[in-house]
């Protein structure tokens, strides 16, 4: 498989009191062209800050170091003109919540309109024609009426089949989905999954799909990358992490997932939370201090992000019993 994004010893950090505190740490990761990946883990674990480091769009303060190369092109050196000229053709990204990413003062239509001319030399007739052409593909029904509505006249699967839209009328090469079903209805979530597949197929874009709901992943990817607090701590092809986790963060998420076998029974949590950015060890294993297999050496340095077998770990105790866990895939 040929590859479309590589990201290589990222590390973001923000300045703190003494020092800076890294919210990400030597990320490294491929994603291949046509390829669904998933990236997971509990809030404030780095996903969302990787997203918005491939966009270009990090906090002022924020210093990036490392590599994003996006067929070839480095993007963490562009400026802000250049950058401008990336995002929205080459790489889009599909955000949280559908109702802030439109702007409610502008009719829909023209908000997918606005995002073809910014990469068009197009009229407003073409820009429209394009935009109804796209509001067709992603199953939205009465687009010429439709184009004129309000953000806010509008339901919630329907606002994130717009967001859809403007992110892909420029058929990117790469889709970026920030949790794109986490504010939607179980049914709507599943038809804009299904749309998802449909539309990454047809234009053959690749997708990095952001979420902390692994039946979404087992669902969607091919590949699933694990993070926590900044760092990647499992990574390998979705039947094989799902069926059998190395890692203790990527078993206790299986372990929280609720099923039929475990109905009547108190939900697993995991102990503990994400350390905030300001109160993380730094020279400790990351999930240390929430992991029952902890052990002298977890304590004495990070280990290392090494291959075990068709996978990558960061563990020096990986694997363990099973039986407690409910696997889904």
Do not use: W
């Amino acid at each position: 498989m040929k590859e479309l994004l590589r990201i290589e010893e990222l590390s973001v950090a923000f300045p703190g009191q003494q020092q800076e505190a890294k919210a990400l740490d030597s990320v490294s990761f491929t994603v291949g062209e046509g390829e669904i990946v998933g990236l997971v883990g509990e809030s404030g674990c780095g996903k969302s800050l990787t997203a918005l480091t491939v966009m270009g769009l990090l906090p002022e303060k924020a210093r990036a170091t490392g590599s994003v190369r996006l067929e070839g092109r480095e993007l963490l050196t562009l400026s802000e003109t250049e950058l401008c000229d990336v995002r929205g053709s080459q790489v889009s990204m599909i955000f949280q919540e559908p109702m802030t990413a439109l702007n409610p003062l502008m009719r829909v239509g023209d908000q997918i309109a606005e995002a073809y001319r910014s990469h068009h030399n197009a009229f407003a007739s073409e820009a429209r024609q394009a935009t109804l052409e796209m509001m067709r593909s992603v199953g939205l029904s009465r687009v010429e009426a439709l184009y004129d509505e309000y953000p806010h006249r509008l339901s919630g699967g329907m606002k994130q089949r717009i967001v859809v839209a403007m992110a892909l009328i420029n058929r990117p090469a790469l889709l970026i989905a920030d949790e794109p079903t986490t504010a939607l209805d179980v049914t709507i979530q599943l038809q804009i999954l299904d749309l998802l597949r449909e539309l990454q197929a047809k234009f053959s874009t690749s997708v990095l799909l952001i979420t902390h709901n692994l039946g979404i992943v087992h669902k969607m990817c091919s590949r699933v990358i694990v993070m926590y607090a900044g760092y990647i701590v499992e990574e390998g092809a979705t039947s094989e992490v799902l069926s059998k986790p190395l890692h203790p963060y990527t078993r206790r998420l299986l372990a929280a997932i609720p099923t039929v076998e475990r109905q009547g029974k108190a939900l697993y949590s995991i102990p503990g939370i994400v350390a905030p950015l300001e109160e993380r060890q730094t020279g400790v294993c990351p999930f240390s201090q929430r992991c029952d297999r902890a052990f002298a050496p977890c304590f004495r340095g990070v280990p290392p992000l090494r291959e075990v077998g068709d996978r990558k770990l960061r563990c020096l105790l990986p694997g363990g019993e099973t039986d407690e866990l409910s696997i889904i895939a």
